[in-house]
């Protein structure tokens, strides 16, 4: 059950730093679409042939739904992290990613043994 798994194997801050490097990853990729997308609307004329045209036509249409889709992870990744990482700072004692789960929903302080919701 994801993102429990990931979190009591690695560890809360490791977790939410390899969720950062992925959405960034997911970040750069929607970016490079759009450069692409500009690149083959450069290119894309009504003077070339045929095949060129549809060659162009589906590269621009395939950099758009990749960029869209790169766009959506970013968005659902960050906004996970974010909403863990909100709930990773114990409420007794004030550690912050220093806890345990030990169950799929709930975490325990390593510091004071306080226990709290962590993943709803
Ligand atoms: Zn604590």
Not at 45 to 64: H, I
């Amino acid at each position: 059950m994801e993102p429990a798994d990931s979190i009591a194997r690695l560890g809360f801050a490791r977790w939410y730093e390899r969720r950062l490097i992925e959405g960034h990853a997911w970040f750069v990729s929607c970016f490079l679409c759009m450069i692409a997308i500009a690149a083959c609307m450069e290119e894309l004329n009504l003077r070339g042939s045929l095949p060129r045209l549809a060659v162009y036509a589906t590269l621009v249409l395939a950099s758009a739904a990749l960029a869209v889709y790169a766009a959506v992870r970013y968005h659902r990744i960050l906004s996970e992290a974010e909403r863990l990482g909100e709930h990773a700072t114990c409420g007794n004692c004030g550690a912050y990613a220093r806890f345990k789960l030990y169950s799929p929903t709930m975490a325990r302080c390593r510091r004071c043994g306080n226990e709290w919701r962590l993943i709803n």
